[in-house]
């Protein structure tokens, strides 16, 4: 027999299903339930959780600002990998889960607490990325995991707003959307619903970062992106906080219809999801970076970089962001920003994001070797051994495919 509960933290929103699983856990383990909401910029109303979750039978809730945090430590350092999850999805639910279960390791080591839970369902990468940082962190903490358990009962929405009529649980009176939607500072992801349709167009409706395309204004905002050693620091010369910068820059290229992706990805416990994602700041941070990579990185270490593109963001994905090979990467990744300083001026027009300009303090880019004018620093003589060098394979190849 598993020992008892005597206290557990809970990831709560304040929404439908943590509402009911506060009431659930007490029911269930007869123990203490500690609420933990993270502001990590869903711009969701924050004020109220504290009576909703003491009324609903917490003992007591954790409120903390995460902004700064996730910008910093999760979403930066992605940005320095120019991770992309399959050639598309830019990682903003992948990179704020982590930091959450952290934070929910923290609290339960501060209260004492003997179990954490979580709301995610049994289908989808979010509960591996929770889990998976708990037992990074603490492989000794109890997890619950609600709906993955044979004494979770609840089917539908349904059953559950019944659970919460007969406990008086308070539950949000908004009308259900024929989606669900998850937002934070990097971006919000659009799914299910209507949209497990793949053959559906997304209604205008749903987005709520991005005007469309056609409605962006007729004449394109120039925008000029400051970056020290891999880090946006400036927009237009004006430093910023990370959480600030991230703010400022999806209202830049919200505005301008910039940000949308459509996209049929491949979950980690194995089978394809419909995504729909709103990143208008985090798109034209990821290009202004190439950027000023472009002319400061070496050409052999930016090949081996962008080698790790897809193992750094499948890592972050499925959930390993603190396994040891994440660690190992991300200083690879680091060392390679070490020069990565200077300036991506970017023009912002109709869904596109533009790069119109670039330099550097570190660039490599030399206008006296590059020129298609007269110049006195490059012989062109000397590409011909180059390339008869180079060539050399291929010569004896067509020679042995023509017997000679």
């Known amino acids: 027999m598993s020992k008892k509960v005597k206290k ?24 203490e339930v500690v609420c933990f909401a993270a502001d990590v910029g869903q711009k969701e109303e924050l004020t109220g959780l504290k009576e909703k979750a003491i009324n609903t039978g917490a003992s007591k809730i954790y409120i903390e600002d995460l902004r700064e945090e996730f910008a910093r430590d999760f979403v930066f350092p992605a940005l320095r990998a120019n991770a992309i999850y399959e050639g598309t999805y830019l990682l903003g639910t992948s990179l704020a889960r982590p930091l959450i279960a952290k934070k929910q390791i923290e609290i339960a080591r501060k209260e004492k607490a003997d179990a954490v839970c979580h709301g995610s369902t049994g289908k989808g990468n979010d509960q591996v990325r929770f889990e998976l940082t708990y037992i990074a962190l603490n492989p000794r903490i109890r997890i619950i995991a609600p709906w993955k358990q044979d004494n979770w009962t609840f089917d539908s929405r349904e059953s559950m707003i019944d659970y919460a009529r007969k406990y008086k649980i308070p ?60 880090n946006p620091v400036a927009v237009d010369g004006k430093k910023m906080s990370p959480a600030k910068l991230m703010d400022h820059m999806n209202m830049l290229a919200g505005k301008n219809g910039i940000g949308r992706v459509d996209m049929v990805e491949n979950r980690f416990v194995g089978m394809k999801s419909r995504g729909v994602y709103e990143t208008p700041g985090g798109t034209v941070l990821w290009a202004a970076h190439r950027a000023v990579e472009s002319i400061t990185m070496d050409r052999e270490v930016m090949l081996m970089r962008d080698s790790l593109i897809p193992k ?14 994440m660690e190992t990467l991300q200083a690879y990744i680091d060392a390679t920003q070490e020069n990565v300083t200077g300036t991506a001026r970017m023009k912002l027009y109709k869904g596109n994001c533009i790069v119109v300009g670039r330099k550097s303090p570190k660039s490599l880019y030399s206008e006296a070797f590059a020129t298609f004018e007269k110049d006195v620093v490059y012989d062109q003589k000397d590409a011909i051994g180059f390339i008869r060098l180079n060539g050399l394979r291929l010569r004896i190849e067509n020679m042995l495919k023509r017997g000679k």
């Open 171 to 230: 539950i949000p009176l908004t009308k259900k959307k024929p989606y669900s939607s998850d937002r934070n500072l990097l971006h919000i992801s659009h799914e299910g619903g209507i949209l497990e349709d793949t053959w559906a167009e997304p209604q205008e409706n749903m987005f709520v970062l991005t005007v469309s395309p056609e409605k962006a204004p007729n004449r394109p905002t120039y925008v000029e992106i400051d970056f020290v050693k891999g």
């Open 312 to 325: 750094y963001a499948q890592l972050a994905y499925n959930g390993f962001w603190y396994a040891p090979e």
């Open 8 to 31: 557990v933290i809970l990831a709560y929103s304040g929404g439908l299903d943590t509402s009911v699983i506060v009431r659930w856990l007490i029911e269930t383990y007869d123990c």
